[in-house]
């Protein structure tokens, strides 16, 4: 994917710039967002420990992540990485743009790059919004089962969704892999 693609209404997916670090820093400091997300850092206020984990995931060669950015402005980070050989998308919108579709239409443009299937997902049982995003994104439940959530200090349900094949408008012969 290219720098800067326009994606719809002004949103657009580009490479991670060190400077987004920061932004997602801050995202990642407020509670609500964290006590939803569940699955996050052992400490979410650790700059050190941020800046390790962006370090090795930006070298990480199996891992593509993407800011979402609009009209100019960083609004959050959608991605990929694997989990147990299997490739996992993850997202991350800033509170103050939540609901307005901005998780759903860069999932779905991220998915028309990434376009390795399946592709798999996971989400905090009582994390109504990143479910909702998946299912709209064409994602099916595929289980249930107890993790340990960080921002909860206790295992709580994790649900787990798999995309299988392509959406329209997909083409599966481009397939990443
Ligand atoms: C989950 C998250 C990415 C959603 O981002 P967003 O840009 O607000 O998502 P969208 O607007 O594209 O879609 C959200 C959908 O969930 C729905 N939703 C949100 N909160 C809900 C709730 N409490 N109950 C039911 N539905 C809810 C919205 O109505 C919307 O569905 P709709 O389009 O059918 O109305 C965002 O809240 C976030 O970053 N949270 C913190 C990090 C996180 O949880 N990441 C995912 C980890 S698995």
């Not at 995202?27 to 939803?36: E, I, T, V």
């Not at 579709?101 to 990143?130: E, H, K, M």
């Amino acid at each position: 994917m290219g720098r800067g693609v326009t994606l719809t209404g002004g949103l657009a997916l580009r490479d991670v710039d060190p400077h987004d670090l920061p932004v997602f820093f801050t995202f990642q400091q407020d509670p609500s967002a964290n006590f939803m997300a569940a699955f996050t850092a052992k400490d979410p206020g650790d700059r050190q420990a941020f800046d390790s984990h962006w370090e090795r995931i930006l070298s990480d060669p199996t891992v593509l992540m993407k800011t979402i950015v609009l009209e100019g402005r960083v609004v959050g980070s959608v991605g990929k990485f694997d989990m147990l050989d299997k490739p996992q998308v993850t997202y991350w919108v800033d509170r103050e743009f939540w609901g307005r579709g901005i998780a759903t239409v860069a999932l779905a443009q991220f998915l028309a790059v990434y376009r390795a299937r399946p592709v798999y997902a996971s989400a905090a049982a009582d994390n109504p919004g990143s479910i909702r995003v998946l299912e709209k994104s064409g994602f099916v439940r595929q289980g249930m089962e107890k993790s340990f959530a960080n921002a909860r200090g206790q295992e709580i349900d994790e649900v787990f969704f798999v995309l299988e094949r392509a959406q329209a408008g997909e083409d599966p012969r481009n397939a990443q892999h």
